[in-house]
Structures are given as C-alpha cells and as structure tokens.
Nanobody, 121 residues
C-alpha cells in the first residue's frame, strides 16, 4: 500500500498560480504512475494529469493542457502539480493517486485525502 499526503492548496484569484505537492511513502515501487484528479461539488472526480515514476512521461486532460505541469522528484518520492492561469472552473478538491498510467479513477488504488483549491473571479 502507498500512503499519499497532499499539500499546497488554497485560495487564489483568477489568473494566479498554485503548486500542489504529494508526498508518497510505503510501497511506492509498486505503483507505475502517479496522477492528479479533482472533484468539484456535485460533479464526478475527473482526471487532471499523470506522470510515470521511471521515465517521467506526462499526460494531461485537455482542459488543463498548457496551464498545468506535473512533475516528480524520485529522490523525495514527491509529485508536484504546478497550476498556472487558474480559472474559477478549476475550483475543486484535488487528489493525488498512485496506480497505473491511466485517466480512469478505477486504475488508481491509493489516494490521498485531498486538498482544496479555490479560484475566485
């Protein structure tokens, strides 16, 4: 099992930036990729971005491509999500997850507790 702890959420004005961090511990070698998902009120959890531990290959949802950047620091077992040009529609609870390289919630077996991101207009 992999334990995940997110940090870095907060309140920001439209056009601003935030960087989320996800510290992984436990059986981190058992997961192939790390992902970020988000869930807004009354909406389903949706894929944001993913990165593979080994090669650092990255994948993004169309809605964040060009604005968000996912990266990982293998030495620190930490994954980051740099979010620029934030918009009110980016407001959600952001979750870090470990699992397969996929955009599907069901392919990720370990989840963090989530961190709130609120973008004001």
């Amino acid at each position: 099992q992999v334990q995940l702890v997110e940090s870095g959420g907060g309140l920001v004005q439209a056009g601003g930036s935030l960087r989320l961090s996800c510290a992984a511990s436990g059986r981190t070698f058992s997961s192939y990729a790390m992902g970020w998902f988000r869930q807004a009120p009354a909406k389903e959890r949706e894929f944001v971005a993913a990165v593979t531990w080994r090669a650092g290959s990255t994948y993004y949802a169309d809605s964040v491509k060009g604005r968000f950047t996912i990266s990982r620091d293998n030495a620190k077992n930490t994954v980051y999500l740099q979010m620029n040009s934030l918009q009110p529609e980016d407001t959600a609870v952001y979750y870090c997850a470990a699992g397969l390289l996929s955009s599907h919630v069901s392919d990720f077996g370990s989840w963090g507790q989530g961190t709130q991101v609120t973008v004001s207009s």
